[in-house]
């Protein structure tokens, strides 16, 4: 590589769950610190950073593809930086595939990124892939500006090994962030604007202090500071879901009545090939204490169709949970075989159109439930954090306290957090009249 002037303006593009966005944000914070501006929309940046996701192939490939839209008509190309799972998991194979790349770094180490661009500047490429031990949030600036609903990472990493999933390998083992430098940064989040604060976590729940502590003691201190009106956890594994936690959804009012729970399956033998540690009925329990103590509440899950070897009579037995759940929201995937993980080597992989058939089926089902839990919750009158503008003049959007997104017109900003009633239901999205601010 030859050198080149420093970069004066960045560009950070995330991609794959929340945790790449709050890692996104960090990165730009870190770039912000050393001088280094954002590019104005619509132009160029001097630097970009793909913040790579690896869970599925077709997010995995989307970062070659992305580096050669960055290819300028010379031939040239902005300083690029491989950043998030697929520099973790890939490495030096990506600076053989792709040679306009100068710096692959991954996930617990981009507080290193500083030091990687002066030696692109100089016409070094780098790898660093390492998981020091030292962790990047000591490194990392202290947040500045933020929206109203902001990110913060409390565990990273995951010792649970599914055998479909590469996040143990790319993210490394389950750590847990100190109970302290959490309250601050939750503190500091709240100074630079944030209303409500979302915990991540791979395994969110399974996060401890160093006292043994579990998620419902933080819980509990960030629902003292005064300006924090919500708080959210994400994403949360069924063997970590502990009486403590469960009570908290009954007596934290600022805890939002909403659980992302992933089951994946909805067969016992599938569940035990994924290596995934409940049953369906260990986890429908789970979903009846949570609703014991918050009636309220609103499930969302994640699933996998087309696991190595899942017959049709296994796939009804996810259908048949979808069923008896009633999910508000979930997400649902076609199993893809990822390299090294041990489900890619499994006899009976499952051919592409049964895979696309059974998807349909299930995402049927989901919005058919996700309609009519959107349809349930017209004539109730709640909160809504205002996040953006709509497309419409004097319209907002927001979030209700079940994560639906509402919609409605009137006096607000950006931030508040007004009561609303809720009029009209879309599979997506509700429209709500505006009863008033409750904080300005
Ligand atoms: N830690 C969380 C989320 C992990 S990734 C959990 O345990 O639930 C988010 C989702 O991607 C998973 O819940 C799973 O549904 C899906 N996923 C993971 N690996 C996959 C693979 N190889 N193919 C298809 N979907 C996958
Ligand atoms: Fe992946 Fe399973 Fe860990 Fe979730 S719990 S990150 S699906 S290995
Ligand atoms: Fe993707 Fe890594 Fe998140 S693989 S889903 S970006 S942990």
């Excluded at 509440?297 to 996810?318: C, N, R, W, Y």
């Amino acid at each position: 590589m030859r050198p080149t002037p420093p970069p004066r303006t960045y560009r950070v593009k995330s991609f794959g769950c929340q945790m790449n966005v709050y890692d996104g944000e960090r990165m730009a914070e870190l770039l912000a610190q050393q001088g280094i501006t954002p590019a104005p929309e619509g132009e160029e940046a001097d630097l970009v950073v793909l913040n790579t996701c690896h869970i599925r192939e077709k997010a995995a490939e989307k970062v070659y593809s992305d580096i050669g839209r960055l290819r300028r008509e010379d031939g040239t190309a902005p300083l690029i930086a491989v950043a998030g799972c697929v520099a973790q998991a890939e490495g030096e194979e990506i600076m053989k595939r792709a040679p306009a790349v100068s710096m692959v770094v991954g996930p617990q180490a981009y507080h290193r990124l500083p030091g990687m661009i002066s030696d692109a500047v100089e016409g070094r490429r780098s790898v660093d892939t390492d998981m020091p031990a030292e962790t990047k949030f000591d490194a990392l600036p202290a947040r500045r500006k933020v929206g109203p609903s902001a990110f913060l990472t409390v565990q990273e990493g995951c010792d649970k090994f599914c055998t479909y999933c590469v996040v143990p390998y790319t993210r490394g083992a389950e750590i847990s962030r100190p109970f302290n430098d959490l309250v601050a940064e939750a503190h500091r989040l709240v100074e630079a604007g944030a209303r409500e604060i979302t915990l991540l976590g791979q395994n969110v729940n399974a996060w401890r202090d160093e006292s043994n502590r579990g998620l419902e003691k933080l819980i509990e201190a960030l629902a003292a500071i005064p300006e924090l009106a919500r708080i959210r956890y994400t994403t949360s594994h069924p063997t970590d879901m502990t009486q403590g936690l469960l009570e908290a959804h009954r007596d934290v009012s600022k805890l939002m009545p909403f659980l992302h729970l992933p089951v994946q399956a909805g067969s016992d033998r599938v569940l035990k090939a994924m290596n995934r540690s409940h049953t369906a009925e260990s986890y429908l329990r789970i979903l009846d204490q949570v609703r014991a103590m918050r009636p309220d509440i609103a499930l969302s899950g994640d699933f996998i169709v087309g696991f190595p070897g899942e017959t049709d009579a296994e796939f009804e037995d996810t259908l048949r949970l979808v069923d008896r759940v009633g999910y508000a929201q979930c997400f649902s995937f076609k199993y893809s075989a990822r390299p090294g993980t041990p489900a890619a080597t499994m006899p009976d992989q499952i051919a592409p159109e049964v895979m696309d058939e059974r998807l349909q089926r299930l995402q049927a089902a989901l919005n058919r439930d996700q309609l009519a839990f959107n349809q349930a919750s017209v004539g109730k009158r709640c909160t809504v954090l205002v996040e953006r503008k709509g497309r419409h003049e004097g319209q907002w959007l927001g979030k209700s306290p079940w994560l639906q997104s509402v919609h409605f017109s009137g006096e607000a900003a950006i931030g508040d957090l007004v009561e609303v009633e809720l009029t009209e239901a879309g599979p997506n999205s509700l429209s709500a009249r505006l009863l008033q601010p409750v904080h300005g």
